[in-house]
T-cell receptor
């Protein structure tokens, strides 16, 4: 099965930039997802990468290197509301889109 | 974007009782829905894949007789936790894939189950 690794916790300052890394080891790769999850709530979709390179969406960007089994989520101009867990997830199973999630990175944004 | 509604949001029940959780796709048809479970500080773990009109596919280690899944229509899937015990206390989340945005899963708001 998949083995998805990401840091457990990170702390960053309001207004700064933070990069959350994710590595995965798998076959049957079908896309790399990033979700944001606030405590007690369901995850919300942030990004999806299936090809190598950087995808930018406003303050959030996501990068993928398939050959290295590596992705990162980049958050710019951090705001206090960005404090949440960020889940790296790998898609597999063509047609059914099953996701395997990492344990999540708890990001704390401090003033 | 698509909306997935999950109900109830919170359940507290006695050990031995059964609890039903509903997951509805409000503005799209979902032939496939997924049920996840999340323990505190743990990742979301896929429990089963719910297919409309057929039996659910359960992940290894998930008891199909304990976690009954019914997907009777294209907009509704239910998860029933039968004879719940304290170790079943967890956050249960459903999700559905919308063909209109093929790469996304849309999640329900989750159900926090506490078994006393």
């Amino acid at each position: 099965g998949q083995n998805i690794d990401q840091p457990t916790e990170m702390t960053a300052t309001e207004g700064a930039i933070v990069q959350i890394n994710c590595t995965y080891q798998t076959s049957g790769f079908n896309g790399l997802f990033w979700y944001q999850q606030h405590a007690g709530e369901a995850p919300t979709f942030l990004s999806y990468n299936v090809l190598d390179g950087l995808e930018e969406k406003g303050r959030f960007s996501s990068f993928l290197s398939r050959s290295k089994g590596y992705s990162y989520l980049l958050l710019k101009e951090l705001q206090m509301k960005d404090s949440a867990s960020y889940l790296c997830a790998e898609g597999s199973g063509a047609g059914s889109y099953q996701l395997t999630f990492g344990k999540g990175t708890k990001l704390s944004v401090i003033p | 974007g698509a909306v997935v509604s999950q109900h109830p949001s919170r359940v507290i029940c006695k050990s031995g009782t059964s609890v039903k959780i509903e997951c509805r796709s409000l503005d799209f048809q979902a032939t496939t829905m997924f049920w996840y479970r999340q323990f505190p500080k743990q990742s979301l773990m896929l429990m089963a894949t719910s297919n409309e009109g057929s039996k659910a596919t359960y992940e290894q280690g998930v008891e199909k007789d304990k976690f009954l899944i019914n997907h009777a229509s294209l907009t509704l899937s239910t998860l029933t936790v039968t004879s719940a015990h304290p170790e079943d206390s967890s956050f249960y989340i459903c999700s559905a894939r919308w063909a209109g945005e093929n790469e996304k899963l849309f999640f329900g708001s989750g159900t926090q189950l506490s078994v006393l």
